[in-house]
Every structure is written in structure tokens, then in C-alpha cells.
């Protein structure tokens, strides 16, 4: 059964720093997604990174995937308040048919960005 | 822009009743899924549906069962609802091997 751990869990950090969120998970998969969801709000998909040594940048985050060690990282550069939201990271089980994306999420990352 | 629409963003029931999830998504897409998030727990695959008609298990069936019936629209059905249902549910849906877009959530409350 695939297993997705993120970490950390809970992020408070100030405005300008940076620092990273780590998905580790336990089989192998060739494409991970990574989610934002701000309270009360839906889920919004932020990357999706379909091999090894991808790596995607928007803005502040940046997304990369090493397959060969089951990680995924969500990197934030100098961080602003906006950031403030819960991120998830979702592995591709690819066991389905019909490649129909059968998707397991980690418990996600509550982010609070102060002034 | 993919749609995904949730019939109800709160929903309060009681124990023992039947309770329709419906969601609706306007862009063609085979697959539909139905989730639960419960803090963290993340999200969690009740049900999913490849096309019309056709249903899988995900890791948490029990208690709950789906329906399509038409491409745009998939139900969830709690045919006796419990309090351990209380909970917030997502519908998602997509192309095969393509991002899912997820509606706004349903909170359920179950009484």
C-alpha cells in the first residue's frame, strides 16, 4: 500500500525566510502533484512533476522530485504572508487502468507566514 | 476553466439518515472521484468512477456507496449516516493520466 508522508506538518515562519517541505513515499511513482488549499477553500494544483530530476518553479515555490529516493521537496524562497495556506502532496499510484490517476495524498502542511 | 461544483457547502443531517453528496463537473472528464479530509488525515479515496456507470473501491468504502448515472454528475450516498461521518468531502475529477480539479467541499455534519 502506498504510504505519503509529509513533513513538517505545522510551519510558522517569518516573512523573508526560507524553507522547505519534504513528501517522502513508499513506492514507486512517476508523478507527484502538489496542492494548495486556503481555508474554507477548495484544493488548487500548484505543480505536477512527471519524472526524475523535474523541477518546477512559480513565484516563491519550486517543486522537484527525485524518484530513486521516493522524495519530493516544495521549497519557499523568502516568504510572504500570501503564502499562508495548507500544501499537499499527492502520489500517482499508477495502479489503475486506463492510466485513470488513482492519487494518494499526504496529510498536508498547514503554512502561517508572519510579519 | 474546469468547474467542479458541490451541490452543498454545509450539510447538517442525523444519525440513521440517508445523505446524497452530488457533484457536477463541466469539462467532459472520465474520471470523477469522491474524497474525505479530516484533519490530519489528509485526503482520503472514498469512491471513484472511471465512466459512466462504473465504480472502484477506494481505501475507505464502507458506510458509503456512489452513483453515475451521466458523465458530468457523481453522487455519494451514506446509506445510514453515522457521527464518525461527520466530515468534509471533495469531489474531484479528471482527464485519464491529468491533474485533478476538485470542487469547493461539502462539511458534513451528521447529528
Known amino acids: 500500500e502506498l504510504k505519503v508522508e509529509q513533513n513538517p506538518l505545522f510551519l510558522s515562519m517569518q516573512e523573508g525566510k526560507n524553507y522547505t517541505i519534504y513528501c517522502n513515499y513508499s513506492?514507486?511513482?512517476?508523478?507527484l502533484y502538489w496542492y494548495r488549499q486556503d481555508p474554507g477553500k477548495s484544493l488548487e494544483s500548484l505543480f505536477v512533476?512527471?519524472?526524475?530530476?523535474a523541477v518546477k518553479q512559480e513565484g516563491r515555490l519550486m517543486a522537484s522530485l527525485d524518484t530513486k529516493a521516493r522524495l519530493s521537496t516544495l521549497h519557499i524562497t523568502a516568504a510572504v504572508h500570501d503564502l499562508s495556506a495548507t500544501y499537499f502532496c499527492?502520489?500517482?499510484?499508477?495502479?489503475?487502468?486506463?492510466?485513470?490517476?488513482?492519487?494518494?495524498f499526504g496529510a498536508g502542511t498547514r503554512l502561517t507566514v508572519k510579519p | 476553466d474546469v468547474k467542479v461544483t458541490q451541490s452543498s457547502r454545509y450539510l447538517v443531517k442525523r444519525t440513521g439518515e440517508k445523505v446524497f453528496l452530488e457533484c457536477v463537473q463541466d469539462?467532459?472528464?472520465?474520471?470523477m472521484f469522491w474524497y474525505r479530509q479530516d484533519p490530519g488525515l489528509g485526503l482520503r479515496l472514498i469512491y471513484f468512477?472511471?465512466?459512466?456507470?462504473?465504480?472502484e473501491k477506494g481505501d475507505i468504502p464502507e458506510g458509503y456507496s456512489v452513483s453515475r448515472e451521466k458523465k458530468e454528475r457523481f453522487s455519494l450516498i451514506l446509506e445510514s449516516a453515522s457521527t464518525n461521518q461527520t466530515s468534509m468531502y471533495l469531489c474531484?475529477?479528471?482527464?485519464?493520466?491529468?491533474?485533478?480539479?476538485f470542487g469547493d467541499g461539502t462539511r458534513l455534519s451528521i447529528l
Open positions: 474531484a475529477s479528471s482527464f485519464n493520466g491529468r491533474t485533478q480539479h
Open positions: 513506492t514507486t511513482s512517476d508523478r
Open positions: 512533476l512527471l519524472s526524475n530530476g
Open positions: 499527492a502520489v500517482d499510484t499508477g495502479f489503475l487502468q486506463y492510466n485513470n490517476n488513482d492519487m494518494r
Open positions: 469539462m467532459d472528464h472520465e474520471n
Open positions: 468512477s472511471y465512466d459512466v456507470k462504473m465504480k
